[in-house]
């Protein structure tokens, strides 16, 4: 099978392009080696020289429409990547995932093509909070948190049907997708694209709903995502990595491997075909925690996390996957334990650059009006 892996250089995409290489499919790349992900314009070193490699950008229709020729298959994730720098660089972000995923449904549905398959990268960012429990009322989305709330130092969420404080749980497929950033909305709208065109003209197509991805190859020198990168690139430079808020918000992080093998789960599932699934491990962990474990794992327990109770505009509070329906449908079952995984990070780190530029976001931020 030739597969065509858009974005197939960066972080997750050239891990798939290995494994497929590995399991004996022939792999493209297309990727337009975006400066701010590698340093200098330059390919990684990781790119796998077995490999077909195209430089383009998928805003260039033609490019892509060449990429595609003799493709069985599409991983589509090019993507611009970055929560907050989404709200001030919108037509970048809009164009690039947005645009460029409709070059390539464009193509798919005006051109000749062999494609029988595409799964997109989807973004648990898309749901905003993720699901809560209330004890009075049950199933709850609280929705955005109060900004006079969170000046006075209250993170919690509340139910907004009775006011009591509500409890996080794991956030199912089926829960009601509310976008709270220009990122999150060109991710709900990658994914909605590539399903109703694969209804439409019968291409298989699935949506994988990727958590906080981490592992190797995360680029070191990108501060706008991340955050086990970021708070890595902090303690490599001998900075205190900064927490938000208390550090006691949630998200799931999930091994980079992990992530792989679902991609390939959904390549081989019919039963997969034209269905949405989390990937995540299906647990919760306090950003600050992340960072503790990094610094000591790093031996620099010296280095503890800065809890500066301050807030970001759009922030979620907590938000982790509820995985029962890719294990029940694609066989998905994460295999790498956290520490183990941070370990790997860690040595892997070791052995590349790291820049840490994060001061630079956050005044950017300040200066929108965004923290």
């Known amino acids: 099978m030739r597969v065509l892996v858009t974005g197939g250089a960066g972080f997750i995409g050239s891990y798939i392009v290995d494994e497929l290489l590995r399991r004996g499919h022939m792999a493209r790349i297309f990727d337009n080696?975006?400066?701010?992900?590698?340093?200098?314009?330059?390919?990684?070193?990781?790119l796998n020289p077995?490999?077909?490699?195209?430089?383009?950008?998928?805003?260039?229709?033609?490019?892509?429409?060449?990429?595609?020729?003799?493709?069985?298959?599409v991983f589509h994730k090019a993507a611009a990547v970055g929560v907050a720098q989404s709200q001030y660089r919108v037509n970048y972000f809009v164009e690039t995932n947005v645009m460029g995923t409709s070059n390539l449904l464009d193509i798919l549905a005006?051109?000749?093509?062999?494609?029988?398959?595409?799964?997109?990268?989807?973004?648990?960012?898309?749901?905003?909070?993720?699901?809560?429990?209330?004890?009075?009322?049950?199933?709850?989305?609280?929705?955005?948190?109060?900004?006079?709330?969170m000046a006075q130092e209250d993170w919690k969420n509340y139910c907004t049907h009775c006011g009591m404080q509500v409890l996080p749980i794991p956030t199912r497929e089926e829960a009601r997708q509310v976008p709270n950033s220009i990122y999150s909305i060109t991710k709900m709208n990658q994914e909605q694209m590539v399903l109703n065109i694969g209804k439409t003209y019968g291409i298989p197509a699935v949506a994988l709903r990727y958590f906080?991805?981490?592992?190797?190859?995360?680029?070191?020198?990108?501060?706008?995502?991340?955050?086990?990168?970021?708070?890595?690139?902090?303690?490599?430079?001998?900075?205190r990595p900064v927490v938000y808020e208390d550090?006691?918000?949630?998200?799931?992080?999930?091994?980079?491997?992990?992530?792989?093998?679902?991609?390939?789960?959904?390549?081989?599932?019919?039963?997969?075909?034209?269905?949405?699934?989390?990937?995540?491990?299906?647990?919760?962990?306090?950003?600050?925690?992340?960072?503790?474990?990094?610094?000591?794992?790093?031996?620099?327990?010296?280095?503890?996390?800065?809890?500066?109770?301050?807030?970001?505009?759009?922030?979620?509070?907590h938000c982790y996957a509820n995985i029962d329906h890719a294990r029940d449908l694609l066989g998905f079952m994460p295999k790498v334990a956290f520490e183990n995984g941070m370990k790997e990070l860690i040595a892997w780190a070791d052995s590349v650059e790291a820049s840490d530029r994060f001061d630079v976001v956050a005044k950017e931020l300040k200066e929108k009006g965004l923290m």
């Open 33 to 46: 080696i975006d400066p701010q992900v590698h340093p200098g314009g330059k390919p990684p070193a990781h």
């Open 50 to 73: 077995d490999a077909e490699f195209i430089l383009g950008d998928v805003r260039d229709r033609a490019a892509l429409k060449d990429a595609l020729e003799g493709v069985d298959a």
């Open 110 to 149: 005006n051109e000749k093509h062999k494609v029988g398959k595409v799964i997109v990268a989807a973004s648990m960012s898309s749901y905003g909070e993720g699901e809560y429990r209330c004890k009075n009322c049950g199933f709850v989305r609280p929705g955005l948190r109060s900004e006079k709330l």
């Open 212 to 239: 906080n991805v981490y592992g190797p190859r995360q680029s070191l020198n990108n501060p706008y995502t991340g955050v086990t990168a970021i708070f890595m690139s902090r303690i490599k430079n001998g900075n």
């Open 247 to 317: 550090g006691q918000q949630t998200r799931d992080f999930i091994s980079v491997h992990d992530v792989v093998e679902a991609n390939m789960l959904a390549l081989v599932s019919d039963r997969a075909n034209g269905k949405t699934f989390n990937i995540g491990t299906g647990r919760g962990t306090a950003i600050k925690a992340v960072a503790e474990t990094l610094a000591r794992l790093c031996g620099r327990e010296e280095i503890q996390p800065s809890v500066e109770k301050k807030y970001r505009k759009g922030d979620v509070r």
